[in-house]
């Protein structure tokens, strides 16, 4: 009987020097053989053990391949970029809709995939009405796979779906190579992207919550590949993973994690609530730019702010929300702020663990929806985005402008289809600036204007609040008086107290 905690993980013997690369694989693979439990996850491995189980070596090259996380409460991690894929083949399955949704969907996994830092070598879709409970795909598609991934030297296979700890062992086995799904794809290009503590915070979370009921099969896995065992999925597989002791320890430690990762979001989203209801407060209107990642929306902040902000051709470029200043063409400032990329079937885990960055979406007073119009399936695309709109409390509820981004390159029928579809659209090249004109004058039209009507003279030594009105008010009439600036406008009820009890008396 396999001893899972002590499997074949023998460093091998090396004539050459050995690379950086090699001798970290050597004290990884020590590492995981020890923990009995690796967590992998897109490019990552995690694993959960105890700190001082390391030796000063260990640590050290560690450190210098991947990173070691020693900040962890009572669990160090080791996070092995190393591993990455590199070489992949992607696998499909689609059991309804046409063969182009299938095409569209997987040239999108190879788009992430890319974006991950990886090559594709090839795709494979197999139509089958669900997937295979056992192994995902049927098993002939699965050795048809396997071929393939040996022809073309893959080291990965990604999956367009979400697969049961189960089925990835199952498929592992036939494949021999290492499989990843699609959520565990996106969740490492977040971790990739992620810039602010608090992204990072939420990111590592969502991975958490996403390995955890994963716990066991990493450590079979890992094991069973390492010893070159290949067998068949199913009774019997839960021996040779690590004691269930074990995996309670393991489970409990990023239960304390993850609390702990909950209370320190908790503890910074104080600030941006604080900054949101200042805004507020102030009746700065709000603008929020949402939209399918890579339509455009940070080159479309930019448009709009000169505001510098990185563009990239890869996918979820931004994530932390990026709030700016903007003003409309008649003079009033509004925010506008950046969100976060959707993507079709976002990982409920990240839609939670973003949901507070998504609550700017909510709380905006309009919504400028950015849409790739050159894209092959841009109905898709909007279609996504709103499902997660759905989800979020108050997100449906405010006014959306469809921007039909890309029109130097779309077709001429496809902005007809989706103009004739989107009522409330517009469209716009932030390449060309084709269109942007005609969206600043839509955007100027809808934000709010601010309420009361006054008619006031603000004595000379309350500069301060006629400069207020000309910021955040809307000014009918502005004359200088003996006693004063006389001010005729619309502004917003605090604003309007304030000026009311500034005002001069009149005569
Ligand atoms: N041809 C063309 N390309 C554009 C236009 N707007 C943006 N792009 C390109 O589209 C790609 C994505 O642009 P971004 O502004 O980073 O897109 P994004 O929506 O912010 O992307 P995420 O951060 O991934 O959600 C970049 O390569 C841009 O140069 C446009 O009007 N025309």
Redesign the pocket.
Known sequence: MNDPQHTTHEPEVHEQPRSVQDVADDVVARVLARAGTALQDGGTVHSAYDGDQLDLEERTSLRRVGGLSTELEDVTEVEYRQLRLERVVLVGVWGTGTAEDAEISLRELAALAETAGSQVLDGVIQRRRTPDPGTYLGSGKAAELAMLVAAVGADTVVVDGELAPSQRRALEDIVRVKVVDRTALILDIFAQHAKSREGKAQVELAQLEYLLPRLRGWGESMSRQAGGQVGGAGAGMGSRGPGETKIELDRRRIRNRMAKLRREIAAMEPARVTKRASRRRNAIPSVAIA????????????RLTNAGV??????????DPTVRRAETTDGRVYTLA?T???VRALPHQLVEAFRSTLEEVADADLILH?V?A?HPDPEGQIAAVRHVFADIPGAMDVPEIIVL?????ASDEAIARLRSREVHSVV?????GEGIAELQALVADQLPRPGVAVDVVVPYDRGDLVSRVHEHGDIDHEEHTADGTALRARVDEALAAELEAAAVARA
């Open positions: 939209g399918y990642t890579n339509a455009g929306k940070s080159s479309l902040l930019n990185l563009v990239e051709n890869a996918l979820f470029a931004t994530l950046d976060v990329g959707f950015v790739d050159s981004n890309k029109a130097d390159r716009v090249s932030a390449h060309t």
